[in-house]
T-cell receptor, first 113, second 116 residues
């Protein structure tokens, strides 16, 4: 069954601290993996895209990793800011079959001053 | 470049009433998606269009939900009659790629529906 599981479900950290969000998937055939940021009351916005051959990709203070062998990805946020408070959704895409985009349930991050 | 536009942003109705949501995708985007996002969950695909044709509507509750994409551009999603469990955010997304590709999804702000 094609599934994407994210952990933790929610996370509270202090401003300036680092954190890591996890995404495990059982999706095939694998095309790519994206991390989306969804601010409260807004639509998701893509942060990074990882293809099969990529291990690490950075976007400012966001760094995503992908281990295609273990089917795990992580999103590391460095020096967190209040504006990082949002839900982070892992989306794995398939190259064929129905439901090309498999969504995780998201990690809700709260950054406190 | 203008993003995906959705309206209304918020709607409160009583059960058994009807409601319609509108979506205008990014210009030139061939593929359009409607997702339902219940609080605390990831988006669930309701229907996917490529141009003005339906690619996948297997998860659309067709006894109460309907959707169309006029001339391959704007789209409307209708619920009639609404049930309490339809309370959710309805997200519209578009992609410049065809339905066979897995390009980035560009989401609108969403339409939040509350059914009382």
């Amino acid at each position: 069954k094609n599934q994407v599981e994210q952990s933790p479900q929610s996370l509270i950290i202090l401003e300036g601290k680092n954190c890591t969000l996890q995404c495990n998937y059982t999706v095939s055939p694998f095309s790519n993996l994206r991390w989306y940021k969804q601010d409260t009351g807004r639509g998701p916005v893509s942060l990074t895209i990882m293809t099969f051959s990529e291990n690490t990709k950075s976007n400012g203070r966001y760094t995503a990793t992908l281990d295609a062998d273990t089917k795990q990805s992580s999103l590391h946020i460095t020096a967190s800011q209040l504006s990082d408070s949002a839900s982070y959704i892992c989306v794995v895409s398939r190259t064929s079959g129905t439901y090309k985009y498999i969504f995780g349930t998201g990690t809700r991050l709260k950054v406190l001053a | 470049e203008a993003g995906v536009a959705q309206s209304p942003r918020y709607k409160i109705i009583e059960k058994r009433q009807s409601v319609a949501f509108w979506c205008n995708p990014i210009s030139g985007h061939a593929t359009l998606y409607w997702y339902q996002q219940i609080l605390g969950q990831g988006p669930k695909l309701l229907i996917q269009f490529q141009n003005n044709g339906v690619v996948d509507d297997s998860q659309l509750p067709k006894d109460r939900f309907s959707a169309e994409r006029l001339k391959g551009v704007d789209s409307t999603l209708k619920i009639q009659p609404a049930k309490l469990e339809d309370s959710a955010v309805y997200l519209c997304a578009s992609s410049p790629r065809g339905s066979a590709d897995t390009g980035e999804l560009f989401f609108g702000e969403g339409s939040r529906l509350t059914v009382l």
